[in-house]
C-alpha cells in the first residue's frame, strides 16, 4: 500500500472508505460489547444514549488522528508496538474503569430518581452528569488500539505520507468513515432495552447496574489477560 500512495492512488476518500468498511464490520462487533453494556447497564435515556454514542465516536476519531498525526511523524515503529500487548492493556484498563463507574454511580447509571434539588445543588449535579460521559470517550479512544488488519493499514500509509500533518489528515478520513457504524443505532437499543427490563421491577434496577459493571470489568480483566 506504500507503493500506492507514492504513486498518488491513494486518497483521503480512499482511506475514509476503508474506515467506513471497518466501521460496518469490525468495529461493531468490537465496539458493541462495551458500549451496548454501559448503555444497558445504565438503562440510558434516548437523549443520554445519543450523547454518549456521540462521545464514543468523537474520542474513536480524535484517537485514531493524533495516532496517524505520531506514525507520520515517528514512522512505521508505532504500528508495531501497537500490534503488541499495549492495545490490549489500554482497552482492559477502559473497560474496567467503566464498570467501577457504574458501580460508583448506581442511582444516576440506572436512570434512578436524584435527591430533591435545593438552590445550592443545580451546578454540581449538572457537572456530575457530564462526567458520566468520560467512560465512553475514554473506551471509543482505548478501542481504537485494537490490533487489526484496518489500523495497521492507516499507520504504515500515515507512516509514509510525509509528515505528522498528512498523517493527520489520514487518521481524521480514517476515523469519519469509521464512525459510520451500526453502533449508532444499536447502543440506543441497549438503552431502551434496559429501560424496559427494569420498568416496573424498582427491584431489579440495582441488579441491572451490578450485572453490566461485571461484565464490563470481566472484558477488561480478558483483555488484560491477552496483554499479559
Known amino acids: 500500500m506504500p507503493d500506492a500512495l507514492d504513486a498518488g492512488q491513494v486518497t483521503?476518500?480512499?482511506?475514509?472508505?476503508?474506515?467506513?468498511?471497518?466501521?460496518?464490520?469490525?468495529?461493531?462487533v468490537t465496539c458493541l460489547p462495551f458500549m451496548g453494556t454501559w448503555a444497558l447497564g445504565r438503562a440510558?435515556?434516548?437523549?443520554?444514549?445519543?450523547?454518549?454514542?456521540g462521545v464514543f465516536l468523537a474520542g474513536r476519531v480524535l484517537s485514531y488522528t493524533l495516532l496517524a498525526a505520531l506514525a507520520g511523524a515517528v514512522g512505521v515503529g508505532l504500528a508495531k508496538a501497537l500490534g503488541g500487548n499495549l492495545g490490549n492493556a489500554v482497552i482492559g484498563g477502559?473497560?474496567?474503569?467503566?464498570?467501577l463507574w457504574l458501580l460508583r454511580r448506581p442511582a444516576t447509571a440506572c436512570g434512578g430518581v436524584s435527591p430533591p434539588l435545593t438552590f445550592q445543588?443545580?451546578?454540581?449535579?449538572?457537572?456530575?452528569?457530564?462526567?458520566?460521559?468520560?467512560?465512553?470517550?475514554?473506551?471509543?479512544?482505548?478501542?481504537?488500539?485494537?490490533?487489526?488488519?484496518?489500523?495497521?493499514?492507516?499507520l504504515a500509509l500515515a507512516?509514509?505520507?510525509?509528515?505528522?500533518?498528512?498523517g493527520a489528515a489520514f487518521g481524521l478520513?480514517?476515523?469519519?468513515?469509521?464512525?459510520?457504524?451500526?453502533?449508532?443505532?444499536?447502543?440506543?437499543?441497549?438503552?431502551?432495552?434496559?429501560?424496559?427490563?427494569?420498568?416496573?421491577?424498582?427491584?431489579?434496577?440495582?441488579?441491572?447496574?451490578?450485572?453490566?459493571?461485571?461484565?464490563?470489568?470481566?472484558?477488561?480483566?480478558?483483555?488484560?489477560?491477552?496483554?499479559?
Request: glycine share 10%; proline share 6%; hydrophobic share 55%.
Open 12 to 28: 483521503l476518500a480512499t482511506v475514509w472508505l476503508l474506515g467506513v468498511s471497518m466501521g460496518m464490520t469490525a468495529c461493531t
Open 44 to 53: 440510558s435515556g434516548r437523549v443520554e444514549a445519543f450523547l454518549h454514542t
Open 94 to 99: 477502559a473497560s474496567i474503569v467503566a464498570g
Open 121 to 154: 445543588e443545580p451546578q454540581p449535579i449538572r457537572f456530575k452528569r457530564k462526567r458520566d460521559s468520560l467512560p465512553p470517550l475514554f473506551l471509543g479512544a482505548a478501542l481504537t488500539l485494537t490490533p487489526c488488519t484496518p489500523l495497521a493499514s492507516l
Open 159 to 166: 507512516a509514509n505520507a510525509g509528515g505528522a500533518l498528512h
Open 173 to 228: 478520513a480514517f476515523g469519519l468513515g469509521a464512525a459510520m457504524t451500526p453502533i449508532l443505532v444499536l447502543v440506543p437499543l441497549a438503552g431502551r432495552l434496559g429501560r424496559e427490563i427494569k420498568s416496573g421491577r424498582a427491584w431489579l434496577s440495582r441488579w441491572l447496574v451490578w450485572a453490566a459493571a461485571l461484565v464490563l470489568i470481566l472484558l477488561g480483566l480478558r483483555r488484560l489477560a491477552l496483554a499479559f
